[in-house]
């Protein structure tokens, strides 16, 4: 089981590994059955599931700067951009 300090460490080095600064606002949708999420989520969840169109909805409301997630989430976000 993960301690407290290797979550934030976590959190730390992928945010300096993409050059995130504090100014960036980061969307992170996937949902929390997802590894990733055990790892990066510190916020609210948008859905219980992914849903592309509440994804953009966030992006656009909170300024977001940058996106996690995986391909068929991203695939799926460029699609509801689309219609």
Known sequence: MPTHTNLLNNGRFVGSRMGLTSNDVVC??????HCFELRAR?????????????V????????????????????????????
């Open 42 to 54: 510190k916020h609210d969840c948008l859905s219980k599931q992914f849903d592309a169109d509440r």
């Open 56 to 83: 953009l909805d966030a992006i656009v409301q909170e300024d977001c700067t940058s996106l996690y997630g995986v391909p068929t989430m991203f695939i799926a976000v460029i699609e509801a951009q689309k219609r």
């Open 28 to 33: 992170c949708p996937p949902p929390l059955f």
